[in-house]
């Protein structure tokens, strides 16, 4: 539930129309300063009025005029800094109207504050935006509906802030309110003047009168806001952080304080990271978590990329490792994301970006207006209120465009803190508007985005827009837009069709050379992370992040080769500390045997290898491929085998990673069996019967023959 704000202090008090009605000039002179008199005599009486008299403020001469008891009454030239402080974005038909008003701190007794009401503003949208900018710059903001109200001040308000409370009805009844029949977007001009008439500041402002709610589909008002910056980390994965980019994250943390209602935040998960290792930005990233934590994260890649230059099939994993980091730091530290369906304000966004947007479950995207096509563009209704459907071949999402008219006037010069509140109340004047243009039962909705204008005024509309929700206008984050409102239409004779847009095609991605790098650089961290885990001693990221680093859409090509050849230099140097055994020589003298392998790990913690045994005269008991734990220091393994001939051969002995996907070393041992196989004794000895039983036989025929020639 969003929290109201807090009310001006009683003392404070409303100025209140002279009539209900028209035609009714001002007071005389006379009655003037009779009620100055009466006014006077009362405060001296019964001290400052309480916030009930102030609040309710009905009587006749009250409604005539609203008088300020000064704290210091000093007399003095008006102060020349009178400004706007804030206009409330919208009143109910019965509801009462406010500006705030500051920078009266000096004004002299007998100052006069005053309003009038003018006629709404009609025809299209586009003629009333149009007019809305011509009275913004000054142009004549058109006939009266009432007659001017006029307050009184007997000297300076506390704190130098007046509060003009503009109470309207709809149809006859209260007099005291002021007949504002007609919804719409209706000028108030208003006035400073001093005790001489001498007119000390006047502007106009926008009331935007909010129609009966029967009948009526609702406004949703969404904002974004994105929080990034420069890469926060170097080449070598050290924290480089500036004080500008601290300060802008100030900047939109107070942003996010401002604004009561849910923000649809795009945080860089790098920046933020990078932001919690620097001591020098620790007050800052705590503010930032606390602001956050309001509001509606949105799933994003660790580092800004260049989502089309990664749109290639063959380079989509990028995008997806980039993703699924950029969620599990946010995670870890910021806070869960609230929408993973939208992928954020970007200005490198396209038509080929649109399927890989799709396959890592984005179906909804924030855009601006320039991202469509120019035939798109010419399709689109110059006003509207609708989410639109994306297309490119088969694939299709849902975009919210960033209500143009509206953002460049948030955007528009003079960047100055006397034209913030009355930017703001014009630009929610235009959407307002093109609303109130259309009698559709439909939810509307718009988008503005606070990264497109001065911080300064982005606070200020991020106050503006803190008034509570009416039963009409509602202000929420980007999701719930798409989840209420529907896609654009239009009519085709008898039926309704779904418009569809394209985005600028996009034709930059990313070259093969790159593409081969970078998978080289992954298999070797991934066969490197199936031994051991990140190393304790890298600068202040992992060897992961740097490779992600390396896709930043702000590094230059040269910077991102060098951060992938630290990350090839850190895994050759680790990997070159494990040692496998040395080529030698062995004895085997039993077909049960072991054959001593001995394995170096020179680093300071435990490694997982895998560890092969390849030879046709032996078979390895449990396997010829096994995973080994590798202490620090000399490891001694006793693999079991079985002989399976004797004579000499050769086993080789390799290491690798855990995956097998790194080779690390290999050796080859000879082997000297002395042991007969069985098969090999069964044949010797099958051999060795066949000769015995054959010289048998041969020395009884030889035998016979002699007895056989003695006979003859």
């Known amino acids: 539930m969003r929290r109201r704000r807090t009310q001006l202090p009683a003392s404070r008090a409303a100025a209140r129309p002279t009539s209900g009605g028209r035609g009714r000039g001002r007071p005389a002179a006379a009655q003037l300063l009779l009620l100055a008199l ?78 009038t009401i003018h006629r709404q503003l009609s025809g299209t949208a586009s003629a009333i935006h149009s007019r809305i900018e011509k009275i913004l710059d000054g142009a004549n903001p058109g006939a009266g509906l009432q007659n001017e109200v006029t307050a009184t001040l007997l000297g300076p308000p506390p704190g130098g802030r007046y509060r003009v409370v503009v109470p309207i009805r709809p149809r006859s009844g209260d007099s005291d309110r002021l007949l504002v029949p007609t919804s719409g977007v209706h000028p108030v001009s208003i006035d400073v003047r001093g005790p001489d008439g001498k007119e000390l500041y006047g502007t106009t402002a926008f009331m935007n009168r909010l129609p009966d709610p029967k009948g009526r589909g609702r406004l949703l008002i969404a904002t974004t806001l994105g929080v990034s910056g420069p890469p926060g980390f170097d080449a070598a994965g050290g924290k480089e952080l ?72 063959q380079a989509r994993g990028e995008v997806r490792a980039q993703v699924a980091a950029g969620e599990a730091s946010l995670a870890s530290g910021e806070g869960s994301v609230g929408d993973v369906s939208t992928w954020g304000l970007d200005p490198t966004l396209s038509a080929a970006a649109v399927p890989v947007l799709r396959a890592n479950g984005f179906d909804r995207a924030l855009v601006i207006d320039s991202q469509f096509t120019d035939r798109s563009r010419r399709d689109l209704p110059p006003e509207r209120l609708r989410t ?57 909705g718009a988008l503005l985005a606070f990264d497109a204008m001065p911080a300064r005024r982005a606070v200020v509309l991020a106050s503006t827009l803190s008034a509570p929700d009416t039963a009409l206008v509602r202000v929420v984050d980007a999701g719930t837009v798409f989840e209420e409102v529907q896609p654009l239409t239009r009519r085709r004779g008898r039926s309704t069709e779904t418009i569809e847009v394209s985005f600028h095609p996009g034709e930059t991605q990313v070259d093969d050379a790159t593409l081969r790098r970078l998978d080289g650089v992954r298999n070797a961290l991934r066969g490197y992370l199936s031994m051991l885990e990140e190393p304790p001693d890298v600068a202040d990221i992992t060897l992961q992040q740097r490779v992600l680093l390396s896709e930043h859409r702000d590094v230059q090509p040269s910077v991102s080769a060098e951060i992938l050849s ?14 496998g055994p040395a080529a ?21 913690r435990p490694v997982r290898a895998q560890l092969r045994l390849e030879s046709n005269r032996i078979h390895v008991r449990g396997g010829n491929h096994r995973i080994v734990e590798l202490e620090p220091g000399t490891n001694r393994l006793n693999l079991p085998v079985t002989v399976r001939t004797s004579g000499q051969f050769s086993v080789d002995v390799t290491v690798l990673s855990a995956d097998g996907a ?16 069985g098969v090999g004794i069964a044949l010797g000895g099958g051999a060795l019967l066949f000769l015995v039983v054959s010289w048998v036989l041969t020395y009884r025929r030889e035998r016979r023959r002699g007895a056989d020639g003695v006979a003859g």
């Open 566 to 579: 630290g990350v090839e230099q850190r895994i050759g140097a680790d990997l070159g500390r494990i040692t």
């Open 584 to 604: 030698r020589s062995i004895t085997l003298t039993a077909r049960q045997a072991t054959i001593p392998v001995r394995i170096e790990n020179g680093l300071d």
């Open 38 to 115: 009466l006014s006077l005599l009362l405060v001296a009486a019964t001290g400052a009025p309480s916030a009930a008299e102030a609040a309710a403020g009905r009587s006749a001469t009250q409604t005539a005029r609203t008088l300020f008891r000064s704290r210091q009454a000093v007399p003095g030239p008006a102060a020349a800094g009178i400004v706007v402080e804030r206009v409330a974005p919208w009143v109910e038909p019965d509801g009462d109207w406010t500006v705030d008003l500051a920078g009266l701190d000096a004004v002299p007794p007998g100052t006069t504050v005053s309003f």
């Open 388 to 444: 639109l459907t994306v297309r490119d071949g088969s694939t299709t999402l849902t975009a919210l465009s960033v209500d143009p008219v509206a953002q460049a006037l948030l955007g528009a010069e003079p960047d100055d803190a006397a034209s913030d509140a009355l930017r703001v109340n014009a630009a929610l004047s235009t959407i307002l508007a093109t609303w109130g243009s259309t009698a559709d039962e439909a939810t509307a």
């Open 662 to 677: 790194l080779p690390i070393s290999e050796a080859r041992i000879r082997v000297r069996s002395q042991v007969f196989s």
């Open 242 to 313: 500036d004080r500008t980019t601290i300060d802008r994250v100030d900047q939109r943390s107070a942003i996010l304080e401002a604004a009561e209602f849910p923000v649809s935040v795009a945080l860089d998960p790098s920046l933020a990271e990078a932001m919690s290792l620097s001591p020098g930005a620790q007050t800052s990233y705590d503010r930032l978590v606390e602001a956050v934590s309001r509001h509606v994260l949105l799933r994003r890649t660790w580092v800004p990329i260049d989502v089309t230059r990664w749109s290639a099939p």
